[in-house]
């Protein structure tokens, strides 16, 4: 127990450099945390004197109240301070939770006003994804910093619009790509840098999830698309980070619709590759109406793959060489951490907007692949 609680610490106060150290054994961890524990307490000054940045979360659903908002009770550089929703029955209970003043309770409508408020640093938008261009853009004007879901919008002309906004407005914006700060996922991207095992020659990438009927994700509107807008954005990313390269072409097919009611406006799956300047290949997979949660990779002289990849927790990792023996992280706390850290410090973040962007222009590639049936060039 008392080791897991350094280990937590040291991962917590080293966010960063988790992707340098993931290799090294739960000892060395232990031993590393000891000392650099032991010299804080020694300078007598904590590793970041800076306040908590404060962060408002737009949007209460499911990702806010199971996820973030509990990430946020252990972050170190920021807090949760405020809410924003348009649901007044949410209200009541968010504040005693969470302790939320009155003053940092805000709805859709007086939203802007929120830009008075000094409390707020961070704006996290965690709303249908055809609302993150509005929100963002406003929080922006309203002189915040804004980490927005993924995935970034629903067109290329919104991502755009976005980063000008904070742009414009001198403020930072960043994409929530929390498998950035997810040890066994940057452990791909390490063995995929360092040709550990070779050059890659193939990625396997799978993401699926059974939908219940009637969810705004099966909203053309609302979602912009399919699985390939909430899931499949995780194969494009998990193959790009462990190839280590932008994709010069993609070809795509959709799959067969078996509940035509469920899926009259969106695809029910898509099957789509990924072809890499170096040579290698990622075959990706996503649908709405299966479970899978993959990530493999296949080099010259061995492979390496996480099953289940992209949970928020119990991940698990397996080379030729056997088993990754890596500690599980929070990694919603560790992404909002480092941002915050990014803002106190004017550092730029490793998910910005341009990754945001970069990979809506992908997954709006994967639709005209399947829609023409020909491979679309990528130019990123
Ligand atoms: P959800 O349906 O649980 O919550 C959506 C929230 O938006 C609700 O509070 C709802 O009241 C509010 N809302 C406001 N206007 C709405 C409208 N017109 N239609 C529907 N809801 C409306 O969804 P969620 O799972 O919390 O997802 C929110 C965002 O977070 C999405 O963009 C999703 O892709 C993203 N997300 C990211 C992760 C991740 O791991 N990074 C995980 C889950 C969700």
Redesign the pocket.
Known sequence: MKSTYKRRRFLHHFGQATIAVSGLTLASFDALSETLVSAEKKSGKSINQARKLGIALV??????EKQLAPALQETKNCRLAGIV???PEKIDKWKEKYNIPDKNVYNYLNFDSIKDNPDIDIVYI????S??AEYTIRAAKAGKHVIC???MATSVKDCEAMIKACKDAGKMLSI?Y?LHFEPHNMKMAELGKKKTYGKIKKVIAIDSQEIEAGA?RLDRE?AGGGPLM?LGIYCVQGALYTVGENPVSVSAKEGEKTDINKFAEVEQSIDFQLEFPGGAVANCHTSYAEQGNTLRAEAEKGWFELDPAYGYDGLKGKTSQGDMDIENVNQQALQMDDFADCVANKKPTRVPGEMGLRDVKILMAVYEAARSGKPVPLKL
């Open positions: 949007g209460l659903g499911q990702y806010s929703t348009g649901t965690v709303l249908p994804n609302m993150h879901e993924k995935p929530g929390r705004w609302r909430d």
